[in-house]
């Protein structure tokens, strides 16, 4: 995977909480965090699009999880 680089600038208590972070050893660095956060909002939009995708048609959580079994046997 390819990993381009950006330039962003955050409020000072943001940066202070990855930093943290990084010093606490949850994450390697500061690059690390601010992927795993991004991906973390990705899937949580991700989540909620789908979410409000099923109720405007019908389906429900049971629904969900039905297909989402069948999915995972190969059904």
Request: glycine share 4%.
């Amino acid at each position: 995977m390819k990993l381009r680089t950006i330039q962003a600038r955050i409020p000072e208590n943001l940066y202070n909480n990855i930093e943290e972070m990084v010093e606490e050893g949850l994450y390697a660095t500061t690059s690390e965090a601010l992927r795993d956060a991004l991906r973390r909002t990705f899937a949580e939009q991700n989540r909620e699009f789908l979410r409000n995708l099923a109720k405007k048609h019908g389906v429900t959580k049971e629904d969900m999880l039905k297909e989402w079994e069948k999915i995972r046997h190969g059904k």
